[in-house]
């Protein structure tokens, strides 16, 4: 389930893996990664799952459509509003299709809720599974490990960068240590933050990489972690206009869409980063993990 496209934009040229069209509920990372909770919960007999996200969340609109299309039950924990979450469109809408169960609650009441969440399903004779928030545990990390391993295995040569738009740190820590499994060691993996600072960031995807490698008996290196939040743009869902104007001629120029909280911000990051560093003659590859919905939003 591994498509590259050869892109040319703005004097680059790179190779770009195409998650936007993971041919499955919806698309993107969150859909990949959805389809390892789908394993798991089938092999420990669930028949409920809860989870937890922003209102226009692609994780939480994939596990509502796993939900929906095995018959099970789906309730999901919203930090936002019922108001905005009942008048927007893209994965809010699809979500309502679904037919999830909601809750809408402040960020430091989601734990207790979800929480809660799971004693109501089993009160009423169901066996739920607990999603963790973004898919930041190793299911969602093994998705990436397993999503590198099939890249290398179809001979694709190893890149010296790999690129993408970092947010919980699962996605980031699955594709560093799918890179020491798959034994491309010198490919680095870079990290542009959509909202967390560098320290928090860094530590987050460096303890949760550690796991990881331990769970899948891989190397393990720190110091090998590169994550900047250069390129943050002031927060989650925050952008200026010179990045929806970039992401708009990106659109145009390659046929390809990104989103402002996202894949967009992650190539825009990724543009100054190579300046930063003269990257220019390196062998780039850009990992789009946004879902369509997310972008027509």
Known sequence: MIKVDNISFRGLDFKIVRDDLFPEIGGGNKARKA????????????????TTGGIQSNHCRAIAILCARRGWRCKIVYHGTR??????????????LCGAETEFVGESEISSA???????????????????????DICGGMAYVKAVAELA????????????A???????????VGLEKAGWKNTKVVGISVARNKERGTR???????????????????????????YTCGGYEKYPPELESFVASAAMETGILFD????????????????ENNLSAARILFWHTGGILNIMA
């Not at 389809?35 to 809860?50: C, R």
């Not at 979800?114 to 169901?126: H, K, P, T, Y």
């Not at 909280?261 to 100054?272: E, I, Q, V």
């Open 35 to 50: 389809l390892e909770y789908e394993s798991d919960a089938l092999a420990k007999g669930a028949n409920a799952l809860i």
């Open 83 to 96: 108001e905005r979450f009942e008048s927007e469109k893209g994965n809010a809408l699809v979500v309502r």
């Open 114 to 136: 979800m929480d809660n969440a799971m004693l109501d399903f089993r009160s009423r004779g169901f066996s739920p599974y607990y999603v963790r928030g973004g898919g930041h």
């Open 153 to 164: 295995s179809s001979g694709f040569p190893a890149p010296d960068y790999i690129f993408h």
């Open 166 to 176: 970092s947010g919980t740190g699962s996605t980031q820590a699955g594709i560093f």
């Open 204 to 230: 987050v995807i460096s303890e949760f990489s550690e796991k990881l490698a331990e769970h899948c008996g891989a190397d393990f290196d720190s110091s090998k972690i590169i994550f900047t939040d250069k």
């Open 260 to 275: 402002t909280t996202y894949s967009g911000k992650a190539l825009y990051g990724m543009f100054g980063y190579i300046a």
